[in-house]
C-alpha cells in the first residue's frame, strides 16, 4: 500500500521507518542524523521543512502534513489491507 504525504509524494507504506514530527528537528542527535543524510544524499531536494519528516530506507521527506494525520492515514491503510484478505 501507499501513503500520501503531501506535495504530490507518496511512499510504499512497507519503505518507511519511522514519522517524525518536525519539532524533533531541534534535538541535537536529530540535527545531527539530518545533516549526516543532507550530506550523503538522503534528504529529497526541494523544501527542507515541514510539520514532519518521514524516513524511508532509502529517502528522508519533509511533509507539509502533520505526523499525527500522517500516522492515522497510515493505520487506516493498515486495517484496510487486513480486512481484505
Known sequence: MFLHIGKNTVVRTKD???ILDAEC???RDTRDFLQIAK???FIVPGEEEGKSLVVTDK???FSPI???TLYK???FIKSLSEESF
Do not use: V
Open 25 to 27: 528537528a531541534h534535538f
Open 73 to 75: 492515514r497510515s493505520n
Open 66 to 68: 502533520s505526523s499525527t
Open 59 to 61: 529517502k528522508i521527506y
Open 16 to 18: 518507511i521507518i519511522m
Open 39 to 41: 550530506e550523503e544524499g
